[in-house]
């Protein structure tokens, strides 16, 4: 099971980027899935979650400016980033609770994996 990154790059004040994450391999469920950030010499920070059955939540900083979807189908989470500043710079990673299958009589064992990060510059 592994989790793919995809979407990040250069944008503009107020400008937009749409980043995305899908889970592959052999799979029982895709539980929450989450989006992350980082930034050198800090702490990753949660940007914003999504239950399997669409709950969201925000980091007050990124509310009304960040939409956080998914395409249960695919296994895919998205981040629709809006009104881009400067102080999103970040290396932005996906997490999901992923619960993988190794087979028949395998034990349904729900646990988290990461994405390997995309980076997300917002520079004029």
């Known amino acids: 099971v592994q989790l793919q990154a995809s979407g990040g790059g250069l944008a503009q004040p107020g400008g937009s980027l749409r980043l995305s994450c899908a889970a592959s391999?052999?799979?029982?469920?895709?539980?929450?899935m989450a989006w992350y950030r980082q930034t050198p010499g800090t702490q990753r920070e949660l940007v914003a979650g999504i239950t399997n059955d669409g709950h969201t939540n925000y980091a007050d900083s990124v509310k009304g400016r960040f939409t956080i979807s998914r395409d249960n189908a695919k296994f895919t989470v998205y981040l629709q980033m809006d009104s881009l500043e400067p102080e999103d710079t970040a290396v932005y990673y996906c997490n999901a609770v992923i619960a993988p299958y190794y087979g028949p009589g395998s034990k349904y064992r729900p646990q988290p994996f990461w994405g390997q990060g995309t980076q997300v510059t917002v520079s004029s």
């Open positions: 391999g052999d799979i029982f469920s895709v539980n929450d």
